[in-house]
């Protein structure tokens, strides 16, 4: 049975800003999608790493990068999550194979995906990952203890929010009828109780462990997202309201000492015509410039008052210090 543990920070934890990337390639976003070439559709990691590495750079911001193992193995997807090792960023372990229904799998096939992808990470940077974010914000009891078998500092996978339903229909919405009738919906963006839960940081606790969670911030009172992909839905609608929802959304989370913490994905800073099969997703029309000058904005109004950090240099300072360690990765020997 598991149960909500407050958790002792050293500091004002309100005053953070974690800024994290889900490094999902197209695969990804096809695969869960329904689309019949989602093997075959070209890698959008180059692209999107070319274009964040300096950004970040530029901004003073070190990330928490959450890297699928498939990806991290081979190819344009290691060379990503190399740039991102290299250039001083975390990278956490986003599964193997970035399947939906993870969090829905047995626990032998669970902690199979998660420590082969731990095992990818780990060869292609030397450290081994502490932290893991479940595909489509997928949780479950299941999934917390073969973290904390696995010796997990935190998990990163819950987006506490309202609207999961009506994020599901729009997901649902955008596949063509036979996709729908062939894989139905899929689990995306949690279960409904999800909502209900903490916007700040807490630990799951249940006979024999517990794990630190670190919730992706959602609107304090509404619940509903503030990622990037979601400002740029806002954004083609009214621009102008997706700044005052950023700013008050901001305001309500220092009120209440809620730690920010904010997710990009690749999709938010390339276009259409980086990636054709992609343009069903929310803002893919707008030029790539004019959506990474968004970022920069929007990252800078979040840092602005913020201490910024890595998801695991905030673990570090979350109550697990009393065992001493310090969750910056393990080297290999």
């Known amino acids: 049975m598991l149960a909500i543990k407050d958790v002792d920070t050293a500091g004002d934890w309100g005053n953070s800003a974690l800024v994290s990337v889900d490094l999902d390639d197209s695969w990804c976003y096809l695969r869960t999608h329904g689309e019949q070439n989602w093997q075959t559709t070209p890698s959008v990691l180059s692209v999107a790493t070319d274009r964040l590495v300096p950004f970040f750079a530029h901004l003073g911001i070190r990330v928490t990068v959450f890297?699928?193992?498939r990806d991290a193995e081979v190819g344009a997807g290691r060379e990503a999550v190399c740039a991102f090792f290299e250039s001083g960023h975390e990278v956490a372990n986003h599964s193997m194979n970035h399947r939906f229904d993870l969090a829905r799998l047995s626990p032998s096939e669970m902690s199979n995906d998660i420590a082969r992808s731990a095992d990818a990470i780990a060869t292609a940077t030397g450290v081994v990952p502490v932290g893991f974010r479940c595909p489509s914000f997928g949780s479950g009891e299941t999934l917390h203890q073969v973290l904390a078998?696995?010796?997990?500092?935190?998990?990163?996978?819950?987006?506490?929010?309202?609207?999961?339903?009506i994020l599901r229909w729009y997901h649902r919405r955008t596949m063509s009828r036979a996709t729908r009738e062939s894989i139905g919906s899929p689990e995306l963006f949690g279960p409904a109780a999800d909502a209900l839960l903490p916007l700040t940081p807490f630990r799951w606790s249940w006979d024999g462990g517990e794990l630190l969670e670190i919730p992706v911030t959602t609107m304090p009172v509404l619940r509903t997202p503030m990622h990037m992909s979601y400002l740029h839905a806002l954004t083609e609608k009214a621009p102008g309201l997706a700044s005052a929802y950023l700013r008050l959304g901001l305001r309500l989370s220092s009120r209440w000492k809620i730690p920010m913490s904010f997710l990009?994905?690749?999709?938010?800073?390339i276009d259409r015509h980086d990636?054709?099969?992609?343009?069903?997703?929310?803002?893919?029309?707008r030029p790539w410039q004019e959506k990474l000058d968004y970022v920069r904005r929007t990252l800078l109004e979040i840092t602005e008052t913020r201490e910024q950090m890595t998801h695991a240099q905030f673990a570090d300072r979350c109550d697990d210090r009393r065992h001493g360690s310090h969750h910056q990765g393990f080297e290999l020997e």
Do not use: C, E, F, N
């Open 67 to 69: 890297a699928v193992g």
């Open 149 to 165: 078998a696995q010796k997990y500092a935190y998990d990163a996978s819950l987006l506490p929010t309202s609207l999961g339903p």
């Open 264 to 269: 990009i994905h690749p999709p938010d800073i």
């Open 275 to 285: 990636a054709p099969d992609l343009a069903y997703l929310p803002g893919m029309r």
